[in-house]
Nanobody, 123 residues
Framework: QVQLVESGGGLVLAGESLRLSCVAS????????LAWFRQAPGKEREFVAA????????IYEDSVEGRFTISRDNAKNTAYLQMNNLKPEDTATYFC????????????????WGQGTQVTVSS
């Protein structure tokens, strides 16, 4: 089984940056597709970004394109989400997710989930 633990959330002002981390307990970490989703109160959990075996496979939701960067460090079994120019509408609980195989943007394809880390952006 794969276990994921997110960290790095916090309270920031609009325009500031945060970096989220996701540490995985997984024997074959470098074969996993890794993703970030987010969920605001009263909203569905939505796709943010995903990355496959290498960073050049990354895909993004349109609203974060150019502001967020997903990456991975296979030596540390860790995925990151660098979030720049944060906006109030980015406020949500951010979840790390993983699956074996192809990069997808739909949450139903992901088998493993972390507990979430809260990001709050104030104007």
């Amino acid at each position: 089984q794969v276990q994921l633990v997110e960290s790095g959330g916090g309270l920031v002002l609009a325009g500031e940056s945060l970096r989220l981390s996701c540490v995985a307990s997984a024997r074959f970490f470098n074969t996993l597709t890794l993703a970030w989703f987010r969920q605001a109160p009263g909203k569905e959990r939505e796709f943010v970004a995903a990355v496959g075996r290498s960073d050049d496979s990354a895909i993004y939701e349109d609203s974060v394109e150019g502001r967020f960067t997903i990456s991975r460090d296979n030596a540390k079994n860790t995925a990151y989400l660098q979030m720049n120019n944060l906006k109030p509408e980015d406020t949500a609980t951010y979840f790390c997710a993983a699956r074996q195989g192809t990069v997808y943007r739909w949450k139903r394809y992901y088998s493993y989930w972390g507990q979430g880390t809260q990001v709050t952006v104030s104007s």
